[in-house]
């Protein structure tokens, strides 16, 4: 006898081959059963992420979790934790669960950018880009290479002819209409650092460091 879909999925575990196992279960299953089925595991699905969302706030940070604070069951009492940082509680049946420390670095923009121009360092930590430009651009580029391949036989060394004026005046005008985007390197910050030339409190500054931890069942280690 087929079982119905919920308690298929209930007893499905990781292994390939149950899975394999449960797909086959499905593909057999009456459409009454499977139009059921389909329905509860949706909402058990979604009780499930509650539960699990619920211990896991719980967990992380317990009475700081409207200001994001960790001040869960990982945060005191008996916990143990590695070199990394990370940190390991205990079930019933001594399985562990890991909060695997992760610290995240995000660029403050407005402080770098202070920074980096009072050291006047601002020129050696910006990439370039353009970002929009005129499409006539292209076609005026191409005459202005035909103007200053004119210029191979008409130019004097002892005199500065027409055309390359008028082809110096061209040039600047096509240069101004590319809009070019400057943006603070975070690679090129490093090196500065690296060479001794921007020093490690002014990095701390430009980056903040913020921790945060992920909920991890760690693998058992293989014999």
Partial sequence: MIKDLLSVIK????????LK???????????PKLVSGYIL?????????YITNTARNELLYGSGLDTKDYKGRFFGGDVKNDMGGNLYLSGTDNE??????????????????????????YQYAIDKCVVSVDINVIDELNKLKELLIGLLDVFQ???????????????????????VEEKISKD??????VSGHLSAEAENQIFEKKENYALITPRPKMI
Avoid: C
């Fill in 21 to 31: 196992d449960l797909k086959q279960e499905i593909n057999f299953m009456d459409t």
């Fill in 96 to 121: 562990r669960l890991k909060a695997q420390k992760r610290v995240m670095t995000k660029l403050n923009e407005k402080w770098a950018a202070e920074i980096l121009q009072d050291a006047g360092l």
């Fill in 41 to 49: 595991v949706k909402n058990y699905s979604k009780m499930m992420d």
């Fill in 188 to 193: 090129k910050i490093s090196s500065l650092v």
């Fill in 11 to 18: 007893n499905a575990g990781d292994e390939a081959h149950t």
């Fill in 157 to 179: 060394p002892d005199s500065v002819p027409e055309q390359l004026t008028m082809a110096l005046g061209e040039l600047t005008n096509i240069i101004s209409r590319f809009v």
